[in-house]
């Protein structure tokens, strides 16, 4: 099959996308159960990092090949009025690829559509916070939105909860927010992985995460988002409604280990890792990337994908 | 049964070896052949000996029981009502103990102080 010069580029770079997917979550889906295991030895925090780097590696290194490989060896060495025969295997991979990106915009797209939609809620700040007071007899605490993420309260939580346990509660919100969970979940839902045991361990461990930051490593305010947790699940909170939402207790299966984690001493909060280290990283990756004989080796690698 | 879907198929013999508890001959053929009148276990004739296996696996066992269970029950509405009941009763059991735990925590750092 013969294509034009621009869509032979879309179907090489769908196929790029396709067949890195491919191979990327077979290697994913393989060690999950490992990573799985070697996340339970790690403070919260880098468990949840481990566990999402791995889940979203597939969909990161399908775009890495189409913008880092393919976009810049195909403008650079492929002649605009060479024709060239596409292989019909190519077409194939482009398809999977396709698919792939159609399903994860599809399911993005969908729990972007199923968020809350607030009308005007009465803002009242509690603590130098603003929350959303939700006028609901049903208890709601929950951090809603993806880019700009409101607190949305409802007098039965603020009647059940302590001062305290709602200032270390509201504080578990804030630290999903400072992580951009809600993002998270957005990106877990663009990139489709038939691997649920990764997306269910990366959300308990996301949990535990929170709870760390808020509790600070302080044993009364440990006790108070443990008291919190358990007169949360008393009012009989509904699971979380929404997909792209953090709630105080997102599933009542985890609620036992969390309180009797929270119960024990405090884990401590680890140290940020250096970003700075990654984007040195990924800057010598694209710079070594760049390089005319790696181009050269890129451009004949797409060649034979694209003759098949 | 147990013994019959961990093991496999067997005849008396390799079952009341497989069981490794005292048990007499005569008692293993004797709950094999009930097994099989009831439908659980199937049979073979192997050389002179009977060789019997489970008829159904433990999942499709399970979903049978299951089954005769909810057809027993004189009224679905009440079937449900009081699973509800059990599995609230049970997350009611699990907070109270969670809060005791709590308590007794609290207590713990209080004296600390």
Redesign the interface.
């Known amino acids: 099959m013969t294509l034009p010069y621009s869509v032979r580029l879309v179907c090489l770079c769908l196929a790029c996308f396709g067949l890195v997917q491919v191979v990327a979550g077979s290697v994913v889906s393989a060690v999950a159960g490992r990573a799985v295991a070697l996340a339970g030895r790690l403070p919260a925090r880098s468990a949840a990092r481990l566990l999402l780097g791995l889940r979203l590696l597939p969909a990161g290194a399908g775009l890495f090949a189409i913008l880092g490989l393919c976009l810049p060896s195909y403008f650079l060495l492929e002649e605009e009025a060479a024709s060239e025969p596409v292989s019909w295997l190519c077409v194939a991979a482009a398809l999977v690829g396709g698919a792939i990106l159609t399903l994860g915009v599809v399911r993005a797209v969908r729990a972007l559509l199923r968020s809350p939609r607030l009308g005007s809620p009465e803002a009242i700040r509690i603590e130098g916070e603003e929350c959303c007071l939700v006028d609901s007899t049903r208890p709601v605490l929950v951090l809603t939105g993806v880019f700009r993420s409101r607190l949305l309260l409802s007098p039965p939580v603020l009647q059940a909860l302590s001062a305290n346990e709602l200032s270390v509660a509201l504080g578990h919100e804030r630290a999903h927010r400072t992580c951009r969970d809600n993002l998270k979940r957005l990106l877990l839902r663009l990139a489709p992985l038939p691997v649920p045991a990764l997306d269910r361990a990366w959300a308990k461990y996301a949990e535990w995460a929170a709870d760390d930051a808020a509790v600070k490593g302080d044993?009364?305010r440990s006790?108070a988002l443990?008291?919190a947790l358990?007169q949360f699940?008393?009012l009989n909170a509904p699971n979380a409604a929404f997909p792209l939402a953090s709630s105080l207790l997102a599933e009542?299966r985890g609620?036992?280990t969390r309180?009797?984690r929270l119960?024990a001493a405090p884990a401590p909060v680890p140290a940020d890792f250096p970003l700075w280290l990654l984007m040195a990283a990924a800057a010598g990756l694209f710079a070594t990337l760049l390089h005319p004989a790696s181009l050269a080796l890129v451009h004949r690698l797409l060649e034979a994908v694209i003759t098949g | 049964m147990n013994a019959a879907w961990l093991r496999g198929a067997g005849n008396v013999r390799d079952f009341a070896d497989w069981l490794r508890r005292p048990l007499a001959y005569t008692t293993v053929m004797t709950t094999l052949d009930r097994l099989y009148k009831k439908g659980l276990l199937k049979r073979e004739k192997c050389e002179r000996a009977f060789v019997y296996s489970p008829r159904l696996t433990r999942a499709e066992w399970e979903q049978k029981m299951t089954r005769d269970f909810v057809a027993g029950f004189p009224s679905n509405e009440l079937l449900i009502s009081c699973l509800v009941e059990a599995v609230s009763g049970q997350?009611t059991a699990?907070?109270d103990e969670?809060?005791k735990?709590?308590r007794l925590?609290?207590r713990e750092?209080g004296g600390r102080k």
């Open positions: 044993a009364n006790l443990a008291s358990v699940a008393r009542e609620l036992a309180v009797e119960l | 997350d699990l907070l969670l809060e735990k709590i925590k609290r750092l």
